[in-house]
């Protein structure tokens, strides 16, 4: 009796496993469901200029040639408005790319991703 038992709750405890690793998002999920997605925004050239020069160009170069962080003068052509956003929101890198999530307004990053995107 004791047997059926342990071996009941083994079973048991096997179809749960199982019914987890199915249901549980994967990690993959979780991450693009935590991706920001870019807002809705006319793009303002002179705003956006004037957002790089005061939080980018330390790092990216007053011309944006390149200097800590790389070159963006063509990075429209490698990356999307969207993937820039996420990037410039979120850093990159562990933060040798900062996040400007808690710096810069949604709408100022969405502006300067859609600047640069423009960059090809
Ligand atoms: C403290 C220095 C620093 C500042 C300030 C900074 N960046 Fe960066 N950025 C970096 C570094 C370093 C990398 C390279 C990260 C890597 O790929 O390892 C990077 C990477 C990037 C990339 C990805 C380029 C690619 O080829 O993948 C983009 C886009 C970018 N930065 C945009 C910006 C924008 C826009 C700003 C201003 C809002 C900014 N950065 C401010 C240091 C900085």
């Known amino acids: 009796m004791q047997k059926w038992i342990m071996s009941g709750l083994f079973f048991a ?35 956006a200029e004037a957002t790089v020069k005061a939080n980018c160009i330390s790092c990216h170069g007053d011309a944006l040639q390149g200097a800590i962080g790389p070159n963006l ?12 956003y996420g990037i410039i929101t979120k850093g990159k890198s562990g933060g040798s790319m900062p996040s400007f999530k808690d710096r810069l307004k949604e709408e100022e990053i969405a502006n300067v991703a859609m600047w640069l995107a423009d960059k090809k």
């Open 13 to 47: 405890a096997c179809a749960l496993a199982i019914v987890l690793m199915f249901t549980l998002p994967s990690r993959e999920q979780a991450e693009q469901e935590a991706k920001p997605t870019l807002p809705e925004i006319t793009m303002n050239a002179a705003g």
């Open 73 to 84: 003068q063509k990075i429209g052509s490698q990356l999307s408005a969207e993937q820039l």
